[in-house]
């Protein structure tokens, strides 16, 4: 019985932990560039009983051994990084990425993190910042008297300045960053990634060359978080934990029962 309750009690925390995740998926359901996470879990190690291939008391073999689990753990959260929906927004500073890539932030600190967040902002200086006033890398400043402020497929920043005779004047261009495994990027809030060491090392690309994707103005990527996804799993992992809580009743009746026997 104390495997039974044990396994029943380590199954329940797994799912408080998802349904800990599916929270948070659905809390950033309108959330730009938001990547929804999954719970991954593994069977935690047996007691063998009986191990299979051994030899019976007649010398022969045993066919198949006998093992009882003890449970289950959480193996980590894997982060997927497919595209969300892209929605029109007409504003010039908002810059969707179709396809892979991040956005350079420098903070505060100095230190440089990644985002897929195109909501872009002008500080006082006209520097391209993010909603919270960090930096875009590398800087463009756009003049006060620009108008006509274009952001090329390419990255490519473009503006009508008051001494240029109507005629574009390229401001800089914008780059995006790719990962060999932006699965390994640790999250940080505010819409931002933080390289590690199993992201691998950022590699910097025009967008639209080496596997980027391209830029479109005017637009902004959404969470790729499906509601009516979030709602099943959140369903079947009530269900799971109910079914953990059964088990953990009729293991204590068992051993009710078996305490009673005279």
């Known amino acids: 019985m104390d495997r039974a309750l044990s396994a029943a009690a ?116 006209g520097r391209f910042v993010t909603t919270d006033g960090q930096v875009i890398i590398p800087q463009i400043t756009v003049p006060r008297d620009a108008s006509g402020v274009t952001i090329g497929r390419d990255g490519t920043v473009s503006a009508i300045l008051a001494d240029s005779s109507s005629q574009p004047v390229e401001l800089g261009n914008l780059t995006l960053v790719r990962f060999s495994n932006p699965a390994g990027l640790e999250p940080m809030g505010h819409n931002l990634y933080g390289m590690t060491a199993a992201s ?25 978080v499906r509601a009516v996804d979030e709602m099943i799993d959140l369903i079947t992992t009530q269900r799971a934990y109910e079914m953990g809580t059964k088990i953990i009743q009729a293991a204590d009746q068992m051993l009710s029962s078996t305490s009673n026997i005279r």
């Open 10 to 125: 380590s199954g329940m925390e797994a799912e408080e932990l998802k349904m800990s995740i599916i929270a948070n998926n659905l809390a950033n359901v309108n959330t730009n560039g938001f990547k929804k996470s999954r719970a991954e879990f593994q069977d935690v190690l047996y007691d063998n009983l009986r191990a299979a291939g051994g030899q019976t008391a007649n010398g022969e073999q045993i066919p198949a051994g006998l093992q009882v689990g003890q449970g289950v753990r959480t193996a980590g959260t894997q982060r997927i990084f497919s595209m969300g929906d892209i929605r029109q927004t007409n504003h010039a500073f908002d810059v969707a990425i179709e396809g892979d890539g991040f956005f350079q932030v420098q903070q505060a600190n100095g230190e440089i993190a990644y985002t897929r967040d195109g909501a872009l902002k002008l500080d006082a200086t």
């Open 200 to 224: 691998g090392q950022p590699i910097i690309n025009p967008p639209g060359t080496q596997g980027t994707g391209s830029l479109a103005q005017g637009f902004l990527e959404g969470s790729n």
